[in-house]
T-cell receptor
Framework: ETGVTQSPTHLIKTRGQQVTLRCSSQ?????VSWYQQALGQGPQFIFQ???????GRGNFPPRFSGLQFPNYSSELNVNALELDDSALYLC?????????????FGPGTRLTVT | AQTVTQSQPEMSVQEAETVTLSCTYD???????LFWYKQPPSRQMILVIR??????QNATENRFSVNFQKAAKSFSLKISDSQLGDAAMYFC????????????FGKGTMLLVSP
């Protein structure tokens, strides 16, 4: 059983550019959640995908968008990058979108916007 | 909206000693889950312990235990017999039972362990 993986590990982009981050969920998990962790802060919820549909969103602007594929892997897209988007982006997969199931986190993608 | 507060930015402990990390939260819901996560320098968030709000008994996982005070909305983590490998950032997190399962995190407490 493979755990949650994310790619790339690190990324440097310029303000105004677009970026795509990828997440492969743990085997058998149909739900992926994305979080943004700014330096020195706790992770903040961006959105959640359940069976290819967005079913929850945090306080993030529309330039943060996502996708979930039939194999339940997921992408996070950020358009028109701003300096404040520099952060660690974490994805977490779980067996279902509600209830007490544990969320398993990936190692994150460190995004730096210059 | 739910909020989670960790008032200790940093704590220090010596090997083999006991340390307690504090967490308070605010919610209007009666049923929910509480978690402590550990984030070492490798960045991977690891679940340490979880507590269901409907359970009065405090959760325990080996050297890790919690003191859950529902009325006070307090959820502290006690680490006994501290080890060098316990050094990490610790996050307290809340998750509601109803609806989609998103975690609300505190700002974290950095735990330093000295020999």
């Amino acid at each position: 059983e493979t755990g949650v993986t994310q790619s790339p590990t690190h990324l440097i982009k310029t303000r105004g550019q677009q970026v795509t981050l990828r997440c492969s969920s743990q085997s058998g998990h149909n739900t992926v959640s994305w979080y943004q962790q700014a330096l020195g802060q706790g992770p903040q919820f961006i959105f959640q995908y359940y069976r290819e549909e967005e079913n929850g969103r945090g306080n993030f602007p529309p330039r943060f968008s996502g996708l979930q594929f039939p194999n339940y892997s997921s992408e996070l897209n950020v358009n028109a990058l701003e300096l404040d988007d520099s952060a660690l982006y974490l994805c977490a997969s779980s067996l279902d979108s509600s209830g007490g199931g544990e969320q398993y986190f990936g190692p994150g993608t460190r995004l730096t916007v210059t | 909206a739910q909020t989670v507060t960790q008032s200790q930015p940093e704590m220090s402990v010596q090997e083999a000693e006991t340390v307690t990390l504090s967490c308070t939260y605010d919610t209007s819901e009666s049923d929910y889950y509480l978690f402590w996560y550990k984030q070492p320098p490798s960045r991977q968030m690891i679940l340490v312990i979880r507590q269901e709000a409907y359970k009065q008994q405090n959760a325990t996982e080996n050297r890790f235990s919690v003191n859950f005070q529902k009325a006070a909305k307090s959820f502290s983590l006690k680490i006994s017999d501290s080890q060098l490998g316990d050094a990490a950032m610790y996050f307290c997190a809340y998750r509601r039972v109803s609806g989609y399962s998103t975690l609300t995190f505190g700002k974290g407490t950095m735990l330093l362990v000295s020999p």
